[in-house]
């Protein structure tokens, strides 16, 4: 990379453009030189999408005294309230075989999705465990491990094992996780191929994702504020799921669920306390987005609901990610990037206009001695491992 310096014009330039739009109003372009093996220091605030509701947002509301419905009308604006319950079909990603495999226990059961249960423990009461596997036929074979595996019974469709509520211990790819309500064998389509699917009610469901979102150990206010903005996004999904098989993923691409194995007495009372409560807009309930901070402004989402706003709860010294730091170099940048051959200059433009420098970042483009590169914010995030695309930088 040519050796260059920040000129006092170039200093002047950044700072300018960097302060437009600090108190709302787009932020025109703005633009670092990148000496040679310069040190890249990314300055932001919040951790997420900044859509709806901001979980630390939410904990220091309650410790200054509101209530779970004050907390969760701040963040979703212009809803109403509703009620929610029923199954969900939860897709269980960790378990990527062909066969679900299942701890014995008292009580369980196995059928064909919609047919009779078959009393396992009765059959076979010395199987350690058991075994559904697709088989050719749009069928489902059933099977038991004693000294080795034995089949028990084919069945016509998917099948399912249940322990009329009670957990089951399913056996993944690396470990074993329990899980309440049904553990079926789904099949996609018309293929051998199926996935592990848990049917459960709603809210037992939430008592696998709250924990897995939020610490336990939270304000019980801002517990059951996780739990309504839960409930109403995973009955929002429900709704709108054109998924054969299931309706909702356990991953951060949806709600992280645990299952069973992650639920804690505090969640659960929080759960069992606002049980069936949602969010709704229009009749129906609302696409609930909520991320870990919104570095004190939410952005908006794609419904009226989740307006970008200012929001006086985040900024609190408990929420390490309402501002933060992460430092890079230039020759990672290039890693990243190679096209852009050696990195001179960094550009930030399309920002959102909310909040400090100008908020949130739309694109970053990257110049060098290979070209130029165009990068979406999110992309950039992600590959640097950003918390958020509301960030400045510090090149030194």
Request: charged fraction near 20%; glycine fraction near 12%; include cysteine.
């Amino acid at each position: 990379m040519p050796t260059s310096r920040v000129t006092l014009s170039t200093l002047v330039l950044v700072l300018a453009t960097s302060l437009v739009g600090a108190g709302g109003g787009p932020a025109s372009a703005t633009t670092w030189q990148v000496p040679d093996g310069a040190t890249v220091k990314l300055v932001g605030h919040g951790f997420g999408h900044g859509h709806g509701l901001s979980q630390y947002g939410a904990q220091r509301a309650a410790t200054q005294g509101l209530g779970y419905r004050k907390i969760v009308r701040f963040y979703y604006p212009g809803t109403s309230w509703g009620r929610s319950a029923g199954p969900v079909a939860v897709l269980l990603t960790a378990d990527t075989t062909r066969d679900v495999v299942v701890g014995a226990r008292s009580g369980l059961t196995a059928r064909p999705v919609g047919g009779s249960p078959i009393a396992l423990t009765r059959v076979r009461p010395k199987a350690t465990l058991w075994r559904i596997t697709p088989v050719v036929g749009d069928r489902s074979a059933i099977h038991y491990k004693t000294d080795g595996w034995h089949r028990l019974r084919l069945v016509k469709g998917d099948a399912e094992f249940s322990a009329g509520g009670a957990p089951i211990r399913l056996f993944v790819p690396g470990g074993s996780r329990s899980y309440r309500g049904v553990l079926r064998s789904a099949s996609p389509g018309s293929s051998l191929d199926r996935d592990t699917v848990n049917v459960l009610s709603l809210d037992a469901y939430l008592k696998g994702v709250v924990p897995r979102e939020v610490p336990a150990y939270w304000h019980p206010q801002a517990l059951r504020s996780q739990a309504i903005a839960a409930r109403s996004y995973a009955a929002y999904e429900r709704k709108h799921s054109t998924r054969r098989h299931f309706q909702i993923c356990d991953t951060d691409q949806c709600q992280v669920y645990g299952g069973f194995t992650d639920e804690q007495s505090r969640t659960n009372q929080a759960i069992d306390a606002t049980r069936g409560q949602v969010l709704t807009k229009n009749g129906g309930p609302i696409f609930a987005q909520f991320s870990a901070s919104s570095g004190g402004w939410t952005s908006a989402g794609a419904f009226s609901y989740l307006p970008a706003k200012p929001d006086k709860y985040d900024d609190f010294p408990g929420n390490d990610y309402h501002s933060w730091t992460v430092p890079t170099t230039d020759a990672k940048i290039e890693q990243t990037w190679p096209a852009v051959g050696d990195l001179t200059s960094i550009e930030t433009r399309d920002r959102d206009g909310n909040g400090e420098w100008g908020g949130r970042v739309g694109t970053v483009v990257l110049r060098g001695s290979g070209g130029t590169v165009e990068v979406s914010g999110d992309d950039f995030r992600f590959l640097l491992g950003l918390y958020s695309t509301w960030f400045t930088l510090r090149v030194s």
